[in-house]
Nanobody, 115 residues
Framework: QVQLVESGGGFVQAGESPRPSCAVLDRPGSVYDLGWYRRAPGKEREVVAI????????IYVDPVKGRFTVARDNTKKTVTQQMNRLKAEDTAIYYC????????WGQGIQVTVSS
């Protein structure tokens, strides 16, 4: 079983660069991809980025390509999302997800971008 706890986010100005983080609690030997998802006001939850266990494969959705960077540290058991050049449309609740057995979600953190 995996537990995820996000931190960071809050109210930011457009153009700022917050770096939310997700702490991972799991059993030794667990191997799984991690992801960041978001739910914007009035919209469905959508994937933002997926990073493989080794970190050598990262997939970003088009709206964040070139602006967001995801990284993981399996020793520290964290995954971070560097968010650059934020836009108002990035306002959403951001969730950390572990593609484990079973899949697990963090509680989510609010990121509100003020233009």
């Amino acid at each position: 079983q995996v537990q995820l706890v996000e931190s960071g986010g809050g109210f930011v100005q457009a153009g700022e660069s917050p770096r939310p983080s997700c702490a991972v609690l799991d059993r030794p030997g667990s191997v799984y991809d991690l992801g960041w998802y978001r739910r914007a006001p009035g919209k469905e939850r959508e994937v933002v980025a997926i990073i493989s266990w080794t970190g050598d494969r990262i997939i970003y959705v088009d709206p964040v390509k070139g602006r967001f960077t995801v990284a993981r540290d399996n020793t520290k058991k964290t995954v971070t999302q560097q968010m650059n050049r934020l836009k108002a449309e990035d306002t959403a609740i951001y969730y950390c997800y572990a593609d484990a057995e079973p899949g697990e979600w963090g509680q989510g953190i609010q990121v509100t971008v003020s233009s």
